[in-house]
T-cell receptor
Framework: DAKTTQPTSMDCAEGRAANLPCNHS???????VYWYRQIHSQGPQYIIH???NNETNEMASLIITEDRKSSTLILPHATLRDTAVYYC?????????????FGRGTQLTVWP | EAQVTQNPRYLITVTGKKLTVTCSQN?????MSWYRQDPGLGLRQIYY???????DKGDVPEGYKVSRKEKRNFPLILESPSPNQTSLYFC???????????????????FGDGTRLSIL
């Protein structure tokens, strides 16, 4: 997988937007950016993915820079239940379909 | 409800006693996978399966076996468990998506709730 770099931890006040950055400077032209999260010891949960355009779904928004070397996951109104480890993943197009490398991710703590 | 179901959720057992962790998905997914998660090491893939009767090793396959006789089930077998296999295990599944399109992304994976194994 293309290497991704995320801050180890972040915090956010409940009700405010949480903006989680990810650097993926070695990304190739047709590689997607995926975001998953893992609430303590539960199974990872898919959030969103994108290629070059910004994406939005019911959970979050994904902003990808024009050069595609970085992206930001936005949780528009964070709640206490959004406290989790967030993983930014760029699966290697040359790797076997479906193989994901989960790095250390960002521990997001939402406080009241 | 679309889901991946693992059983058991918790198991404490002893070295050498064969055990099987079951995984079942109801989404007709072709792809299934097993991961283990250990503190400081993140999630590591053990085995995966692209479809029925098609399985392959992941990054840490030693000490594990799998089978894929039916599309919905992908059991993880520990023939002779050892203490270093004490871990949190996750099963995942996904569709394999549209084949042949250069820009086709990997499909999002759905994970089970995990199985915590303790081998004494």
């Amino acid at each position: 997988d293309a290497k991704t770099t995320q801050p180890t931890s972040m915090d956010c006040a409940e009700g405010r937007a949480a903006n989680l950055p990810c650097n993926h400077s070695t990304i190739s032209g047709n590689e997607y950016v995926y975001w998953y999260r893992q609430i303590h010891s539960q199974g990872p949960q898919y959030i969103i993915h994108g290629l070059k355009n910004n994406e939005t779904n019911e959970m979050a928004s994904l902003i990808i820079t024009e050069d595609r070397k970085s992206s930001t996951l936005i949780l528009p109104h964070a709640t206490l239940r959004d406290t989790a480890v967030y993983y930014c993943i760029v699966p290697d197009r040359g790797s076997t379909l479906g193989r994901l490398y989960f790095g250390r991710g960002t521990q997001l703590t939402v406080w009241p | 409800e679309a889901q991946v179901t693992q059983n058991p959720r918790y198991l404490i057992t002893v070295t050498g006693k064969k055990l099987t962790v079951t995984c079942s998905q109801n989404m007709n997914h072709e792809y299934m996978s097993w991961y283990r998660q250990d503190p400081g090491l993140g999630l590591r893939q053990i085995y995966y399966s692209m479809n029925v009767e098609v399985t392959d090793k992941g990054d840490v396959p030693e000490g594990y076996k799998v089978s894929r006789k039916e599309k919905r089930n992908f059991p993880l077998i520990l023939e002779s468990p050892s203490p270093n296999q004490t871990s949190l295990y996750f099963c995942a599944s996904s569709s394999t998506g549209i084949r042949g399109l250069k820009s086709s992304p990997n499909q999002p994976q759905h994970f089970g709730d995990g199985t915590r194994l303790s081998i004494l």
